[in-house]
């Protein structure tokens, strides 16, 4: 890949393409809120003090309960509503990946986001249906979830500047990490305040806020841009000049199949999903389990974590970008070597929190460097698909994606199981499988990876399916 610098370079943050990133982070803020808000208002929601099948109504605590509604749900209905939105999110990955190599990027950006957002106010409505049609919405925003995550990464293709992609990806995809913050911080304020409806009613309108504004203000190729300088404009063009991105509807399935440096990409992926899962859910019980705090002292310290992995992402981009502009490191070597922090070190500091002479602050301290040092690997397999075929970027994305999520589900499937035993291993267990797949899966993308353009993600191209 042609990876020179064009002589004029337009300014940094003043410019539309950061504009558009910080738009971009603002949206996963807001959509990981409308997915992780629930998991708090649960708390509000249902009545586990009263017998299955029994009333949860009272004479005494209707005016409460016309705030907050309260149902009568066992655990596996609760686990069930909860997971179901990640179905909805597998579901939507490989087909919105493919696409987004032929339709709008615009409208199926904006209409994920706005269905979602719809989805997400009509919750409330739907518990006092009955939890099935609970279930049935999560399914359905988390389809259009997945929709939404998967098509905001390909716009990057004709907006990133080789030299900037580490910085303005991990800019926008950090959206991700800050929201769950923002979830454990406002949720609870706003459920005391004003009744866990307003929860869903709050993050759903400022969803539908955030797509008028995005059909007003995107423009899918810089070209189009009313507003964008013309350094700027020639800036990213001309980054861009030498490097095939155009999109065709066509895949080298067979092709594809072959590339280890694509498997490899996704093996990480897996395991990558599969720790951010673990030390994000889990969290919360861990530190139960460990000092026994109340739900409020929980609810804030598992928060810093997220804050710290937020940080730790946009740092991750500017670096792995400032290394390839300087010709520090090769790409293929970059990408390695934050790839290798990111799955490394969270192995490394996971295993660190079952020492049993641990304090509570060395406990916190190292929860917060085995979540944050994850974002590392932004700067690495995150974007090396885009190094390797950039064609087929929204395609790649979404497959990576499958295998990554399913991971994550797999993962907090089994700790769930491994955590039931009620063994006094069982972190043991946890951590320890988690780091043997970080090193497996890392010693395979150090063999195998590439960050030059493939052949068969060249426009030349004779085998397909």
């Known amino acids: 890949m042609d990876n020179q610098l064009p002589p004029r370079k337009a300014p940094n943050f003043c410019s539309i393409r950061y504009g558009l990133a910080l738009f971009l982070q603002f949206s996963n803020v807001v959509i990981?809120?409308?997915?992780?808000?629930?998991?708090?208002?649960m708390i509000a929601m249902v009545n586990s003090t009263e017998p299955h099948g029994l009333s949860n109504t009272s004479t005494k605590e209707l005016q409460d309960n016309i705030k907050n509604?309260?149902?009568?749900?066992?655990?596996?209905?609760?686990?069930?509503?909860?997971?179901?939105?990640?179905?909805?999110?597998?579901?939507?990955?490989?087909p919105a990946g493919y696409l987004s190599g032929i339709y709008s990027i615009k409208k199926m950006t904006g209409f994920a986001l706005f269905f979602s957002s719809l989805f997400t106010l009509l919750i409330p409505l739907?518990?006092?249906?009955?939890?099935?049609?609970?279930?049935?919405?999560?399914?359905?925003?988390?389809?259009?979830?997945?929709?939404?995550?998967?098509?905001?990464?390909?716009?990057?293709?004709?907006?990133?500047p080789p030299l900037e992609q580490g910085r303005l990806t991990t800019l926008s995809i950090s959206g991700l990490l800050l929201g769950p913050c923002v979830v454990m911080l406002l949720t609870g304020f706003i459920s005391d305040s004003l009744g866990w409806p307003m929860v869903f009613y709050i993050f759903g309108a400022c969803g539908c806020a955030l797509t008028l504004f995005w059909f007003i203000l995107f423009y899918e190729d810089p070209n189009d841009h009313p507003c964008i300088s013309i350094s700027e404009k020639e800036y990213i063009t001309s980054s861009l000049a030498h490097q095939d991105r155009s999109s065709t509807s066509s895949l080298p399935i067979k092709a594809m199949l072959k590339s280890l440096p694509l498997w490899v990409i996704s093996l990480c992926n897996f395991a990558m999903f599969w720790t951010n899962s673990i030390l994000s859910l889990y969290t919360p019980m861990f530190i139960n389990y460990k000092f026994h705090v109340n739900v409020r002292e929980n609810g804030l310290l598992s928060s810093l974590p997220n804050l710290f992995a937020w940080i730790f992402s946009i740092l991750a981009g500017h670096m792995s970008d400032t290394l390839q502009s300087r010709n520090i490191f090769s790409l293929l070597t970059i990408r390695k070597l934050f790839t290798s922090l990111g799955l490394l070190l969270p192995a490394l500091f996971s295993l660190c929190l079952l020492y049993p002479s641990s304090s509570f602050y060395s406990i916190i301290i190292f929860l917060i460097l085995a979540s944050a040092s994850g974002s590392f690997a932004l700067g690495g397999i995150l974007i090396n698909a885009l190094d390797i075929a950039p064609r087929y970027y929204g395609f790649l994305k979404g497959v990576t994606n499958l295998v990554g999520m399913t991971g994550a589900l797999i993962s907090t499937t089994l700790t769930g199981m491994i955590l039931s035993q009620a063994s006094e291993s069982s972190w043991l267990k946890i951590f320890s499988l988690m780091s043997s797949l970080n090193v497996i899966s890392l010693i395979f993308y150090i063999i195998f990876a590439k960050a030059e353009i493939q052949d068969w993600a060249k426009e030349r191209q004779t085998t397909y399916l």
């Open 32 to 41: 990981i809120s409308q997915r992780a808000c629930i998991n708090l208002t």
């Open 69 to 94: 509604p309260v149902y009568n749900w066992s655990p596996e209905i609760q686990g069930i509503i909860l997971s179901s939105i990640f179905y909805g999110v597998l579901i939507a990955q490989i």
């Open 126 to 160: 739907a518990a006092e249906f009955g939890e099935i049609w609970v279930i049935v919405c999560r399914i359905l925003q988390g389809l259009f979830q997945g929709i939404a995550f998967t098509t905001q990464q390909v716009i990057w293709v004709k907006w990133a």
